[in-house]
Nanobody, 117 residues
Framework: QVQLVESGGGLVQTGGSLRLSCAAS????????MGWYRQAPGKQRELVAG???????NYADSVKGRFTISRDNAKNTMYLQMNSLKPEDTAVYYC???????????WGQGTQVTVSS
């Protein structure tokens, strides 16, 4: 299995910044795409940002220009830099990884991000 451990969540004021980290361990061979998802109360879980093994990225329209996803393959770590945070960004953020071939998906435990108004 792949284990994903998240860190960096917390409470921040509107307009502030946070940097989330996701460290992958275990059987990480053939891991291709990774991404950050979030789920707010009463809402469906949504893709915030995704990144391929080659560095291709995509973002939800709501975070374009404010969030940046990146990965350091040597450190087996993915990041989400979140700037200009808004109250509507408040959610539990989850790290996700996809294994090529089997197309298995793995999830982190989730980390709470709260943006005060």
């Amino acid at each position: 299995q792949v284990q994903l451990v998240e860190s960096g969540g917390g409470l921040v004021q509107t307009g502030g910044s946070l940097r989330l980290s996701c460290a992958a361990s275990g059987s990480i061979f053939s891991i291709n795409a990774m991404g950050w998802y979030r789920q707010a109360p009463g809402k469906q879980r949504e893709l915030v940002a995704g990144i391929s093994s080659g560095g291709r990225t995509n973002y939800a329209d709501s975070v374009k220009g404010r969030f940046t996803i990146s990965r350091d393959n040597a450190k087996n770590t993915m990041y989400l830099q979140m700037n200009s945070l808004k109250p509507e960004d408040t959610a539990v953020y989850y790290c996700n990884a996809l294994r090529a071939g089997t197309r298995e998906t793995y999830w982190g435990q989730g980390t709470q991000v709260t943006v005060s108004s």
